[in-house]
């Protein structure tokens, strides 16, 4: 699972990177990073798919957060049972007095005046 959320995350984190650069013009002095090429790279986008290049970044982070969704859940089918056990613990578990006693006393006092 590590390795899938690095492979998902790493290429994520490559082009927010360059986007958020090339957007607001940091270049650092390489090319790559410059707004004409990103102005370039979304017109031939935009060009390709046949769409505004304006929305392209849009329906790029929609696609993040799907994906983010998906890896999510299955994440969670893997780890299902020791899921539903913390639920089920949550759910039958009785508070101890010591934590019941830690959560409701009154704290630190104030010192006498």
Known sequence: MRTIFTLWA???AI??????LSANDMNFGY??????VHDFAFQLYGQ???????????MVARTCVFDFFLLMGLWAFRRRRNI???IR?????DISSDRLGRAT?????????
């Open 84 to 86: 539903a056990e913390w």
């Open 48 to 58: 390709m798919l046949g769409v505004d290049p304006a929305i392209i970044p849009g």
């Open 10 to 12: 790493a290429p994520m």
């Open 15 to 20: 082009f927010w990177g360059w986007f958020f």
């Open 31 to 36: 090319a790559m990073l410059s707004r004409q």
């Open 105 to 113: 006393e009154a704290g630190p006092t104030l010192p006498a005046e």
């Open 89 to 93: 613990q949550r759910r039958q578990g």
